[in-house]
């Protein structure tokens, strides 16, 4: 049978032999501004059911629903109406407060209670500074108990301040606070007094807690007077022993890496028991050192 040529095909034949070109993408890029100006157009090449659809603007949808369908015709003209008369109810308001006709919503309160809002409000702002300083520190200060982190804070003066403008009366819990201080500062000097008391003259010899550190841990008798100062290291720790403790947990932790000769605690560098190149040989017979 006679070959067949599509009819395509012989167009673009006829059309080549006559000069004519198909325009690639960088043609048109030339034409149109070249590089970084032109924009590829691509929806050109869409396949829809109707080519007048493919330059259509693509609807919003929220929440399942098509934003264009709740659209009205004059919504732009019904938007400018409300704020038109937002803004004449706003200037009627001015004016009337500027009158006196009407006064401000604060003016309608007693003294009393304009001053339970200036004392709540301060109250808030305070509270809202304070969460905001802890947040912004939160990262910089290491986790303590809370009793640790309230030292300091719970006082007599807070709490006659706090309780007195409740109306509440604070003589006798202040009393009450002092009289057990009191009592806990006779306490301590007296067991101070103990220790400090040598065997021989009626005090009995206490039980000494030892560690690796208790040659730096030991105070002279001048210096064991004075309070010990709460540093970094035994902040949130209840007294003596609950630190001695915390020193000797941290010795037994250390004891392992030392004795590994390990840098910290995350070297897992596994040594060579007996590397090959010092054990191999014939150094027991003949001596020599030739390895096999």
Not at 74 to 90: H, N, P, V
Not at 141 to 161: F, H, S
Not at 164 to 192: C, F, L, N, P
Not at 243 to 255: E, G, L, P, S, V
């Amino acid at each position: 049978r006679p070959p067949v040529i599509p009819p395509g095909v012989a167009a673009a034949r006829a059309a080549r032999d006559a000069g004519e070109r198909r325009k690639t993408e960088r043609d048109l890029q030339e034409e149109n501004g070249g590089a970084g100006v032109y924009s590829a157009d691509l929806r050109k090449r869409y396949s829809l059911a109707d080519d007048a659809w493919k330059y259509d603007v693509v609807p919003e949808v929220l929440d399942g629903h098509n934003v264009f369908d709740f659209v009205d015709d004059d919504i732009d003209a019904r938007l400018a109406e409300l704020e038109r008369e937002e803004a004449e109810l706003e200037q009627a308001h001015a004016a009337a407060i500027a009158a006196g006709s009407i006064g401000d919503m604060d003016d309608d309160l007693t003294e009393e209670q304009a001053a339970d809002l200036a004392a709540i409000r301060t109250r808030k702002r305070s509270i809202v500074k304070e969460h905001r300083l802890k947040k912004t520190t939160a990262n910089n200060q290491a986790v303590l108990p809370k009793r640790a982190q309230l030292e300091g804070t719970l006082t007599t003066r807070r709490m006659k301040e706090s309780l007195g403008a409740m109306g509440i009366d604070t003589s006798k819990a202040v009393e009450r606070v002092r009289s057990q201080s009191r009592g806990r500062k006779r306490e301590r000097s007296a067991s101070r007094a103990a220790d400090d008391a040598p065997a021989g003259e009626g005090g009995e010899e206490k039980k000494r807690v030892h560690s690796s550190k208790s040659r730096t841990m030991s105070r002279g008798r001048s210096a064991s007077v004075r309070a010990p100062s709460a540093t970094g290291r035994e902040s949130g720790l209840r007294d003596a022993g609950m630190r001695n403790k915390a020193i000797k947990m941290a010795d037994k932790a250390q004891w392992r890496m030392n004795k590994m000769a390990k840098i910290g605690e995350a070297d897992r560098d596994i040594q060579t028991k007996m590397p090959k190149h010092l054990f191999s040989g014939k150094m027991k017979s003949t001596g020599k050192r030739d390895r096999r």
